[in-house]
T-cell receptor
Framework: KQEVTQIPAALSVPEGENLVLNCSFT??????LQWFRQDPGKGLTSLLL?????REQTSGRLNASLDKSSGRSTLYIAASQPGDSATYLC???????????FGKGTSLLVTP | GAGVSQSPSNKVTEKGKDVELRCDPI?????LYWYRQRLGQGLEFLIY????????KSGLPSDRFSAERTGESVSTLTIQRTQQEDSAVYLC??????????????????FGEGSWLTVV
């Protein structure tokens, strides 16, 4: 069974810092990996999707990398802002089946 | 519509009553998912629909849970004889899956804001 782990569980940084969120998964037979953010009381917003054949994806201040063989992905946030405060979730889709396996998330607080 | 729409946004029900949750996926999306998130927990997969194929019901926690979807339209998740442990936010998501599988945009999954269920 695919296990997805996110480290750290919580993170607090001052505004302007660059930061890295980590995601690891136990089964490298994945179809893709997706990063989401979840704001309190809200649904999930898709940030980046990386296909299994890709190494990274970028959107604005966000960069996600994927090392499928080692079972790792990182989400890099440059020049963090208070508006980045949210829970960030990593999810992997297996090669077989469509159900995403989610990590428990990293709760990020960016202080002014 | 512009996004995945869910209703009701909030529901408080008495233990033992049945509830029905509704999801309107993004127009044209063939794939539809239901997930559950209990307070402080991760997302649990419940069920997956892809077009007219048989749904993947492997995540449904008990026979009190059922879901339907007609074609590529609205889906309903029904919980019978609700229990307090059913209290959670029920999230629906959709994607183009299967239509553009080789493109990131075809695989991106979009979530609704959820239906918050409280069983008292």
């Amino acid at each position: 069974k695919q296990e997805v782990t996110q480290i750290p569980a919580a993170l607090s940084v001052p505004e302007g810092e660059n930061l890295v969120l980590n995601c690891s998964f136990t089964d490298s037979a994945i179809y893709n990996l997706q990063w989401f953010r979840q704001d309190p009381g809200k649904g999930l917003t898709s940030l980046l999707l990386i296909q299994s054949s890709q190494r990274e994806q970028t959107s604005g201040r966000l960069n996600a990398s994927l090392d499928k063989s080692s079972g790792r992905s990182t989400l890099y946030i440059a020049a963090s802002q208070p508006g980045d405060s949210a829970t960030y979730l990593c999810a992997v889709r297996p090669n077989s089946g469509y159900a995403l396996n989610f990590g428990k998330g990293t709760s990020l607080l960016v202080t002014p | 519509g512009a996004g995945v729409s869910q209703s009701p946004s909030n529901k408080v029900t008495e233990k033992g009553k049945d509830v029905e949750l509704r999801c309107d996926p993004i127009s044209g999306h063939t794939a539809l998912y239901w997930y559950r998130q209990r307070l402080g927990q991760g997302l649990e997969f419940l069920i997956y629909f892809q077009g007219n194929s048989a749904p993947d019901k492997s995540g449904l926690p008990s026979d009190r849970f059922s879901a339907e979807r007609t074609g590529e339209s609205v889906s309903t998740l029904t919980i019978q004889r609700t229990q307090q442990e059913d209290s959670a936010v029920y999230l629906c998501a959709s994607s183009l899956q299967g239509v553009l599988p080789y493109l990131n945009s075809g695989n991106t999954i979009y979530f609704g804001e959820g239906s918050w269920l409280t069983v008292v």
